[in-house]
């Protein structure tokens, strides 16, 4: 989905040697970015309150919404800062006072010492994710129902289910949305875009990662948070309460070693050199340096590559960050020039290798029954044109084609589906057929399939899935068969 309407509020533009970033750091970071083959959607920089550079790559565009996950909680923890300001809540409330009809047994000691500022910290009294612990259809009576295992505001553990109880609060007390209650004290007023929203759970905004946005609305949002609040003279924000959501207030180190080891705030991530993150899964980030004035904004889709959040930051700090003047820096033409050109033809990832095979025209069109197995592929035919192959697969509940680039990704709506991809495909030895599938739409998450082809008339088709694709089980399969004669 894309805006519909022109952005609001835009923020100025300038060019990056201005701010002293050259074009070559940024370079740098994109082939930093490319060799690790990253899957990018976006990026923004900003540095002294405007845009030095961005880039999208194709079908993203500016206009795109995104899904940001977990840089939702950020927006969660701004909303409850706005809470107390406006008198509702006191951060040392004792937050099961709001939810008695929640509760379906006496509540132990720790859950009714759990206060507000436990759960924006992260140090509530569960381990991880409540309804994960004991599944139970309503979140909230799972995150206050769940046995507790330790006191709370003791130690952080990651606990999307008391993101989103801070946002049900928000929309207790005030009697709207989570994304109203912002707008009407906050979002409007940046330009935040009017399409963005927030999927809900339940009944309830998902203030664990249902947000979509821009990644312009990203930037505008992270800035207003690098401010304390302020934009532009205005104070829209409680700026006590920012300083202290925006710095650390609990250690991660024993329970996030690694790049998230700098501890966090109130739904707010801290980094290296002395910054702080909204943090999404797979790649969505608003990467915040107080001390240079510095923004980076990215959205991507890391969720094949385990240590892809982690590639985005180094490259980030290892060259755009590492080369940062605090002066304007003379621009380098060549290298502005290239940067024009690279950002002008920015494209989605596709799978490298041949675009085509000696036993193309042998296997193309033949239909190959598989062994009995409970996945989608009952019945599998692969066929090619001049640029592009196809995928049919038969099972139970029909027939599907899915269509896939060979050099490039075709655009369609994933067959069976309401989902938005894009697929590209290639060989990677004459026998194997690799092909990706991107999800594009609201949903972050990919499928991979490989099909080999053996001398004895066999295919073994090996498929899995990524993230948040929404795909049944049956796609994740290992299943064999033979041309039927």
């Given at each position: ?63 795109s919404l995104q899904r940001m996950y977990s840089v ?388 073994t088709v090996e498929s899995r899935t990524f993230g ?18």
């Open positions: 989905m894309s805006l519909l309407s022109a952005e609001k509020f835009p923020l100025p533009v300038y060019p990056p040697n201005h701010m002293g970033v050259s074009s070559s750091s940024i370079l740098r970071f994109l082939d930093r970015l490319d060799a690790s083959n990253i899957c990018m959607h976006s990026y923004v920089l900003i540095r002294n309150h405007s845009i030095l550079s961005e880039g999208y790559w194709a079908p993203y565009t500016a206009e939702t909680k950020s927006f969660v923890g701004v909303a409850i800062g706005l809470l107390a300001q406006d008198g509702y809540i006191h951060l040392d409330d004792p937050l099961i006072g709001y939810f008695r009809d929640k509760m379906t047994k006496q509540p132990s000691r720790y859950m009714q010492e759990m206060t507000i500022r436990d759960a924006l910290m992260m140090c509530s009294v569960h381990t991880k994710t409540a309804s994960k612990i004991v599944p139970h259809p309503d979140i909230l009576k799972a995150f206050f129902n769940v046995t507790p295992s330790h006191k709370a505001g003791t130690v952080f553990n990651y606990d999307t289910s008391a993101s989103i109880t801070l946002a049900a609060l928000v929309e207790r007390l005030t009697g709207m949305s989570l994304m109203d209650y912002l707008r009407m004290k906050v979002l409007d007023k940046i330009g935040f875009s009017d399409e963005a929203y927030c999927k809900k759970t339940g009944e309830i905004s998902d203030g664990g990662g249902g947000l979509l946005c821009t990644s312009h609305d990203l930037a505008k949002f992270a800035l207003l948070c690098m401010q304390q609040g302020n934009w532009y003279g205005f104070q829209l924000l409680p700026k006590d309460y920012m300083k202290l959501a925006t710095t650390r207030r609990v250690s991660t180190d024993f329970a996030h070693p690694g790049f998230d080891a700098h501890g966090y705030g109130y739904q707010i991530w801290m980094t290296a050199h002395n910054g702080f993150a909204l943090y999404g899964m797979g790649g969505q980030l608003a990467i915040c340096v107080p001390d240079k004035s510095l923004i980076l904004v990215t959205t991507a889709d890391t969720l094949d590559n385990p240590g892809g959040l982690d590639i985005i930051f180094n490259a980030f700090w290892d060259t755009i960050y590492k080369e940062l003047d605090d002066e304007s820096v003379e621009e380098d033409p060549d290298a502005a020039d290239t940067l024009y050109e690279r950002i002008s033809g920015l494209k989605l990832r596709i799978v490298e290798g041949e675009t085509d095979s000696p036993i193309a025209r042998a296997i193309g069109g033949k239909c190959f029954t598989m062994d009995s197995n409970p996945s989608v592929f009952k019945n599998v035919t692969v066929g090619f044109g001049p640029d592009y192959g196809t995928i049919t697969f038969d099972n139970d509940e029909g027939s599907y084609e899915l269509r896939f680039g060979l050099g490039y990704n075709a655009r369609q709506i994933f067959p069976g589906t309401r989902m938005e991809a894009a697929a590209s495909g290639a060989w990677t030895d004459p026998e194997t057929l690799f092909v990706q599938t991107w999800f594009t739409g609201e949903n972050l998450g990919s499928l991979q399939i490989l099909l080999h082809f053996g001398g004895d008339g066999s295919l948040d694709s929404g795909l049944p089980s049956g796609f994740n399969a290992c299943v064999t068969g033979f041309i039927y004669e």
